[in-house]
């Protein structure tokens, strides 16, 4: 396998996005992304550069024999030995002199133990708490730095005091040297806890030592240490285990003055012929083969995670969206239609030809036999006469849609869930911040400016008178020969009010059915909604085809009006409602968007080298 800048770019960002990706989600911070981030750190990232050595981390439990194992392998008497457990308080690193100068090994350990390391000066220092400490060794492999790590067993019931820091010295390892001893090698407590720092992200091979009385045999010593192995990696322990050694019991060991004599069981070379054998390339490019595996696995489980928690975002800002917009059309309700078809109609006959206007005030002579006729059939029909047209003040009942509509929407928008399309959608926790600052808002103060705003809604404006009159030149322009011929005869029949009749000449220039609409619209002029406006032609008997003309007609005076008032409603409502907790769900939405995608192009990449 590979590793290219292309995929080591590719894992970087994604280190960088996915925690962003997660926080922009206001998602809590998983187990699993701490372990995955803080894996990447320690044991993946730092060690990218073809040249940084191969870390070595000698580990076991209290009295093991750790320290003296790694004099015996440096050459040097340098960590404190002893029969006490937890002597030693620090980790040590015995660098290499041809690694000592290397710069980047330096800041590699500094971010894997989250400080610099500091030169031993005193063999004492180890036996007190605190930094790192390194020393220079000649003697030992010159590819491996050795990591010599306080016990993980000082303690009892679950406490330990070095735990902590073993564990973070040993995740830095690219493979461990466990010694144990016979009243050790079956603790599954220390067992469990290398395990799972050898396999937690990749598995990492392991040396080993079985420290034991001289009196056991090779086979005993053999069957005690595969257990051990099982323990640690489980049924196929063998491609994991790199080598099996015992090292007997020795008084002048003890004493500290003797090395630590190692053997291997079986035959094959010893420990520290096996440690300067080893190429860091290869068996990092196995690892790291490994551990990219897994990272880009649990990556991919966090993404789906992450994706999850956008279509919940998604969800609730639909929901509120959905909200808002049948608060605004509630606060529209009864809004003066009449009033934008009124002056578009005006706006049509002002656009006329000139001829035209001539037939109009024509057509109001010979419309008179025919007012004759109505007036007719008004004194022999028993029906009351008509009630006179009011024009009355919309701004009262405009006011209390307005508000209800408002405090409807308020109150939608600081709830903890919200009806939704999809159903009930709790508040997602991206928003919960603006909610909170909405409900601390003077509601009462932003009632009343809210209702002040009813004048702003009744006006007209600029923009929509130059609006529809964009709107009746394209219509004009769309009219065929036939259809203003028509215009023409129709213009001499003038009996329809411009308020719903005009629309429907124009567009359909049947006199006919405008003096059969005359007759039937006697009592119902004056309207206010706009919707009822467009119902009368199934009252008048229009043919089908005449009715969906004069709604295709009447549409595009309700858009463009629609255009101008919805948005005015709904610039309202955001500004003094909804505004906060939308912007907030709108920017956190777009944000994760592009981090998913951009976690999922950079995820795709690492899929298409992995085995």
């Known amino acids: ?89 620090r980790v040590l690193a015995g660098l290499p002199e041809a690694q000592a100068r290397h710069a980047a090994l330096f800041e590699a350990l500094a971010q894997i133990f989250g400080t610099a390391l500091q030169p031993l000066t005193d063999s004492a220092q180890l036996t007190t708490p605190g930094d790192p400490l390194y020393c220079t060794v000649t003697g030992g492999p010159s590819r491996v730095v050795l990591l010599d790590t306080p016990d993980i067993d000082t303690g009892a019931r679950g406490d330990y005091a070095n735990r902590e820091l073993a564990r973070q010295s040993l995740e830095s390892a690219d ?33 080993l030592v079985y420290r034991v009385y001289p009196s056991f045999t090779d086979a005993e010593v053999r069957e005690h240490a595969l257990t051990v192995a099982a323990n640690l990696y489980g049924p196929d322990h063998k491609h994991h285990v790199l080598g099996l050694f015992r090292a007997d019991d020795d008084n002048r060991v003890a004493a500290g003055q003797a090395p630590m004599q190692i053997r291997p069981i079986g035959g094959g070379p010893n420990l520290p012929d096996l440690l300067a054998e080893l190429d860091p ?40 969206e959905v909200a808002q917009r049948a608060g605004v059309q509630q606060a529209l309700r009864r809004f003066p239609t009449d009033r934008v078809l009124r002056r578009f109609a005006q706006i049509w006959l002002e656009g006329d030809p000139a001829h035209i206007k ?53 109150q939608q928008t600081v709830d903890a869930q919200i009806q939704g399309p999809e159903g009930l959608q709790p508040a997602h926790p991206v928003v919960h911040a603006a909610q909170q600052r909405a409900r601390q808002k003077d509601w009462r103060a932003t009632l009343s400016y809210i209702q002040e705003q009813k004048k702003l809604l009744l006006s007209w404006s600029d923009q929509l008178e130059r609006d529809l009159a964009a709107l009746a030149d394209t219509l004009r322009q769309r009219m065929g020969v036939l259809d203003q011929l028509r215009q023409t005869f129709a213009a001499l029949l003038n009996v329809i009010p411009a308020t719903a009749a005009i629309t429907y000449i124009l567009h359909t220039g049947d006199p006919a059915g405008a003096v059969g609409i005359k007759i039937k619209l006697t009592g119902l002029l004056g309207l206010h909604d706009l919707y009822a406006l467009i119902a009368i032609p199934a009252t008048a008997g229009m043919k089908k085809a005449d009715q969906r003309q004069l709604e ?11 255009a101008h008032k919805l948005t005015a409603v709904q610039t309202l409502f955001e500004e003094q409602i909804t505004g906060d907790v939308l912007t907030q769900a709108h920017a956190a939405g777009d944000r994760a968007d592009a981090l998913l995608a951009r976690v999922a192009t950079d995820l795709s990449g690492l899929k298409e080298i992995l085995p």
């Open 1 to 89: 396998m590979g590793f290219d800048d292309t995929v080591m770019q590719a894992l970087r960002d994604i280190r960088a996005d996915l925690p962003e990706l997660l926080a922009t989600l206001n998602m809590d911070p998983t187990p699993a992304l701490e372990a995955w981030t803080h894996a990447l750190d320690v044991k993946l990232l730092p060690k990218l550069a073809p040249d940084f050595p191969l870390v070595v981390a000698i580990c076991g439990g209290g009295s093991a024999g750790k320290s003296t194992l790694f004099n015996t392998l440096i050459g040097r008497t340098i960590s404190p030995t002893g029969g006490r457990a937890g002597l030693n308080r």
């Open 175 to 207: 493979a461990f040297i466990y010694i144990f001893t016979n009243a050790t090698y079956n603790n599954r407590d220390n067992t469990d806890f290398i395990a799972r720092l050898l396999t937690g992200l990749g598995t990492r091979p392991c040396c």
């Open 281 to 320: 390339l290869p068996m990092r490019r196995r690892l790291l083969a490994g551990m990219l595996k897994d990272a880009a696995q649990q990556a991919a489980a966090l993404h789906r995670l992450a994706r999850q928690e956008r279509a919940r975002l998604a969800d609730y800002t639909t929901a509120l």
């Open 358 to 410: 001539v037939m109009r005030r024509t057509g109001q002579v010979v419309e008179w036999p025919l007012k004759l006729v109505l007036s007719a059939a008004r004194r022999l029909s028993t029906a009351p006469e008509p009630e006179p047209l009011r024009d009355d003040d919309p701004a009262g009942p405009m006011a209390m849609d307005l508000l209800e509509a408002a405090t409807a929407l308020y």
């Open 552 to 562: 295709q007609m009447l549409a595009p005076v309700a858009q463009t009006w629609l």
